[in-house]
């Protein structure tokens, strides 16, 4: 009897045994090479903002996604290729788009019964059509970035130290679609989006409620002015009856290079300022935020209403009252919700912590906050007791235990006051 599969020498056995044998080391024969040809996508794609050629070819200058499982799905892994890399670079300004997929060796040049993932097919439903994939026409593109101008009107201009290159400028600026190659660049700025949030998805430009917020950087090259891409924002204008808008932030991102320089601050102030000069706006708010843009926006929002009058310090230990909630939305277009988170911010930087009569009256303070959805979740089990069987109720009950309610109240305290004392401390750094 005669046993074998591909490259596996071939073995003349006589037992059904040994035939098990031959067959399992050639199965995991198979499976180790396979595995050869898993890569990671995270890894495998590679980002760059290009502003000179030599950027190209300096590893220095790539980034990475910090999400693919959007495309490649949630293992975040594409099988059939050793060595792969995904490059996708964008010139700094208008992001025209080189595209090129690269690898060492493909699955099917060992296995011809298997098929490797379609790399190409995945990337290309998501980059917008203009791109090259050769890298002397990207070369080319590069060459007219000088005639790339940033879109629509400029909001505010920022300067930025940095220890290599010294003093940088940035602008903000808020962009129409009627802007000539808007459309076609918001498509490329919004590709972006699929790597770095979670959870995005695109949104149709040609909806005139939505607005455009773009930052840029200025800087030289062979004497004359550039501008590259930093980040971006979206706002929908809802309607607010009768006459009234809330612009809600849809989607808010800084590109990799840039993070951690206070871009985001530059950009949520710049947009809220903008909104806050609108008479017809009622008040500002974010769709399904994160958890760091709620701390940019604590951030912010503090900065902004710590020169109010209802939130002087006189004030802040009489507690959450009405005229802090109106002046906020009067004046700054801040709702009542994040009005409250400001309050025990601003109470908390006015509050001797080590006082144990001034820490206490804190303490209660965030606490009734945070208690009201156990009030409501005790509220609706009242409720709901004369349609729930006995064993239901039971484990209803147990829900609710009061021991438990503490526990993870005192945990979500804790938290909301490390985070405040963050946002204190980032105040005091730029006091």
């Not at 005669?2 to 199965?27: I, N």
């Not at 430009?205 to 939505?210: E, N, V």
């Not at 206070?262 to 008040?283: I, M, N, T, W």
């Not at 089990?381 to 064993?391: G, H, I, N, Q, Y």
Request: net charge negative; hydrophobic share 35%; with cysteine.
């Amino acid at each position: 009897m005669l046993a074998g599969c591909h490259s596996t020498p071939c073995v003349y056995v006589t037992d059904g045994s040994a035939v098990e044998r031959v067959l399992m080391d050639s199965v995991i024969f198979k499976v180790k090479k396979l595995a050869e040809y898993k890569c990671d996508t995270n890894e495998a794609l590679c980002l760059k903002l290009v502003r000179f050629p030599e950027d190209v070819e300096d590893d220095s200058t790539t980034f990475h996604p910090e999400y693919s499982h959007q495309i490649y799905g949630d293992d975040e892994v594409a099988f059939g290729y050793k060595g792969l890399q995904i490059q996708l670079f964008y010139t700094a300004g208008n992001l025209s788009t080189l595209f090129k997929v690269k690898y060492s060796s493909k699955v099917t040049e060992v296995f011809d019964c298997v098929e490797p993932d379609d790399i190409e097919g995945k990337i290309r439903e998501i980059v917008p059509a203009g791109f090259t994939c050769n890298a002397d026409d990207f070369s080319s593109l590069l060459e007219k970035e000088a005639n790339f101008k940033p879109f629509g009107t400029l909001l505010h201009t920022y300067t930025v130290h940095s220890e290599e290159a010294g003093e940088l400028t940035y602008q903000i600026h808020k962009a129409e679609v009627t802007c000539p190659g808007f459309l076609e660049y918001h498509e490329r700025l919004q590709t972006f989006l699929m790597w770095f949030i979670e959870t995005a998805s695109f949104i149709d430009a040609d909806d005139d409620r939505w607005d455009f917020f773009l930052v840029f950087e200025k800087y030289n090259k062979d004497g004359e002015t550039l501008y590259a891409t930093v980040g971006y924002m979206t706002v929908y204008n809802y309607y607010v009856y009768p006459d009234k808008t809330r612009p809600r932030v849809s989607q808010m991102l800084i590109l990799p290079p840039f993070q951690g320089e206070g871009h985001g601050a530059q950009l949520l102030e710049a947009v809220h300022r903008f909104y806050c000069s609108l008479p017809k706006v009622q008040d500002i708010t974010a769709e399904d935020p994160s958890d760091s843009y709620v701390k940019l926006r604590d951030f912010v929002l503090v900065k902004f209403c710590q020169g109010l009058q209802s939130f002087s310090a006189d004030k802040l230990h009489l507690g959450f009252s009405a005229d802090m909630a109106k002046e906020a939305q009067d004046k700054l277009k801040i709702n009542k919700k994040h009005a409250r988170r400001v309050y025990e911010i601003l109470r908390l930087r006015a509050t001797d912590m080590s006082d144990e009569e001034q820490a206490r009256a804190f303490r209660l303070e965030v606490k009734k906050r945070l208690f009201g959805p156990y009030r409501k979740n005790q509220r609706e089990l009242t409720k709901m007791r004369k349609c729930l069987r006995p064993e239901e109720l039971v484990s209803h009950m147990d829900q609710m235990d009061t021991q438990t309610q503490h526990e993870e109240l005192e945990k979500s305290y804790q938290g909301v006051v490390e985070d405040y004392r963050r946002i204190i401390e980032r105040i005091a750094t730029q006091a």
